[in-house]
């Protein structure tokens, strides 16, 4: 796929370039994107460049990751990432981290919610995930202001660094923001009949 630039009524969504290297290295040296997502630590600027030269275009190019600078609309500095990861038909997982010095302005909260507009209107998506360390607060919040629906933990559902992590699980779905679903969709229904032991003989 061609990028394309989202905007927002504060942000605009375009895709990083070269020129992003040094302001992804000095977002990236934060404690807590270190932590909390599957960058490198230490992270360096050899690390910040293979993201803006090689990662970024060859998910574009490859048609299943989509990464996403984030920048006030008016011009500025960069803000947050975010980006679109395919995880089979129709499904598309959502990431985020935050400049450490732009946090708790809803920004990223803005930028996933035009994330999944586009994601539900023009890439056939019926769900879009999102997975998070358990633990990790601040990800969890943003998540749910934008409407995901935290479906429960996932065991070693994430690696990090090399070890394997208990995640939280979540959700939009289309009809979650308005949206007309791609596919039909029959949820269950609520009370359903508790689950039987098929082994057992009658």
């Not at 089979?88 to 302005?105: I, K, T």
Request: glycine share 10%.
């Amino acid at each position: 796929m061609e990028p394309i630039t989202l905007t927002t009524a504060r942000l605009r969504l375009r895709v990083f370039t070269p020129a992003d290297t040094d302001a992804v290295h000095q977002a990236c040296q934060s404690p807590d994107i270190q932590r909390w997502t599957q960058v490198p630590s230490p992270y360096t600027r050899e690390d910040a460049e293979l993201f803006t030269t090689r990662i970024v275009p060859d998910g574009w190019r490859a048609d299943n990751d989509y990464a996403f600078a984030v920048e006030p609309l008016e011009g500025g500095p960069l803000v947050a990432a975010v980006g679109l990861h395919a995880r089979g038909p129709g499904v598309r997982e959502v990431g985020f981290w935050a400049v450490a010095e732009q946090r708790g302005r809803g920004y990223v909260t803005e930028a996933v919610g035009a994330l999944a507009h586009w994601a539900f209107t023009a890439l056939g998506t019926h769900r879009l995930l999102w997975r998070a360390e358990v633990g990790n607060v601040p990800s969890r919040a943003v998540a749910e202001r934008a409407g995901f629906v935290v479906e429960g933990v996932e065991r070693a559902g994430l690696t990090n660094k090399g070890t394997a992590r208990d995640c939280w699980l979540g959700a939009l779905l289309p009809s979650d923001v308005g949206l007309p679903s791609p596919v039909p969709y029959l949820p269950a229904k609520s009370g359903s009949e508790p689950l039987r032991d098929v082994s057992a003989r009658p």
